[in-house]
């Protein structure tokens, strides 16, 4: 005999709905990621404030994904408005490459350095209007034309 024949069937039912209860409740009383509900703010000064929801999420950076492949950079034209992004490349060419991130004009702003052991690299950006240019130091017909537009 097991022990479920002397555990009445509403005692076992009852305790599955208190249990799905509980765990419904304790899930919304903690809240949920990016909840919605306002956020009570103490100043210097000590006058409470509440916070409105959108403020309180973290503002979203957008990004742009360059891979480096055996035939070049795909795309090969980026085109974005002013502000900051983070600029992604991902390097699957299986070489050892250095990149180069320059304004048309040629003055340098950035050099990365992707091995095969680490592939990928990344870096948040406020680039100003104008036109920049990655390039690969082996490989001169490698390039990426990134364009930054005026908000």
Not at 111 to 124: G, K, M, T
Request: proline fraction near 5%; include cysteine.
């Amino acid at each position: 005999m097991s022990i479920t024949s002397y555990v009445p069937k509403k005692f076992t039912w009852l305790a599955l709905t208190i249990t799905l209860f509980g765990s419904a409740f304790m899930f919304v009383s903690r809240g949920l990621p990016g909840d919605f509900l306002p956020r009570a703010i103490v100043n210097a000064e000590g006058v409470v404030r509440t916070e409105p929801a959108a403020e309180q999420q973290r503002a979203l950076i957008e990004s742009e994904i360059i891979t480096a492949t055996r035939r070049g950079f795909e795309p090969m034209v980026i085109s974005r408005p002013q502000g900051k992004f983070i600029l992604m490349i991902d390097n699957r060419s299986g070489k050892d490459l250095t990149f180069r991130l320059a304004r048309e004009t040629g003055e340098r702003l950035n050099e990365i350095a992707s091995s095969q052991h680490e592939l990928d690299w990344n870096e948040v950006l406020d680039l100003q209007p104008g036109k920049y240019i990655l390039t690969e130091q082996d490989h001169p017909e490698w390039a990426c034309s990134i364009r930054i537009t005026a908000k």
